[in-house]
């Protein structure tokens, strides 16, 4: 097993937010629907974090509130989004992922249909038209979130190295 950093873990743990939590799933990022807004990621986060309804610290116990957890864990994907070039620089991998494995881009775009309408009413269905065991489509999947998080997170890196090599250029010609 290799080393994963960090932020390809947290990049991940967004897209893997919107695929699983997002009413339009990734298509956000596919660029075919608009990013939610913050009372829609708010709604996400909650979805996938709050187990029950959270009324606060009982007894006067030092507890975090619900509310609280969830207002910065939005804000956190916000912030993960920003620090690796905002949606335009995410959105520029998934285009490439889908010009590059169009069939795997397919099915990440697809199963947000799954038991979300008549198409695909189970996971059992989707995979069967897309002639693969249940296995195989888990599988696919998180194999390809996790090559998208990796492809953003070398993206964004090499960026800021050619940022840092054209500043330091650009000093030296001006000393």
């Not at 990013?35 to 029950?52: F, G, N």
């Not at 959105?91 to 881009?105: I, M, T």
Request: net charge negative; aromatic share 12%.
């Amino acid at each position: 097993m290799s080393y994963i950093p960090k932020e390809v873990l947290r990049i991940e743990d967004i897209i893997w937010l919107f695929a699983e939590y997002c009413p339009t799933g990734l298509a956000c990022f596919f660029g075919d629907a608009d990013m939610p807004d913050m009372e829609e990621m708010a709604a996400m986060v909650l979805a996938k974090y709050a187990t029950a309804e959270d009324i606060g610290p009982v007894d006067g116990g030092k507890g975090t509130p619900q509310q609280q957890i969830i207002v910065e864990t939005g804000e956190s994907v916000v912030n993960v989004i920003a620090s690796v070039g905002g949606l335009d620089a995410i959105r520029r991998v998934f285009f490439l992922y889908g010009e590059e494995f169009p069939h795997n881009a397919q099915l990440l775009r697809e199963m947000d249909y799954i038991g979300r309408s008549f198409r695909y009413p189970s996971i059992e269905v989707f995979a069967f038209k897309h002639h693969l065991t249940e296995k195989q489509f888990y599988r696919k999947r998180r194999k390809a979130l996790l090559e998208i998080s990796w492809e953003i997170y070398r993206r964004y890196k090499m960026s800021e190295k050619m940022s840092e090599k054209v500043s330091e250029i650009m000093s030296e010609k001006m000393a």
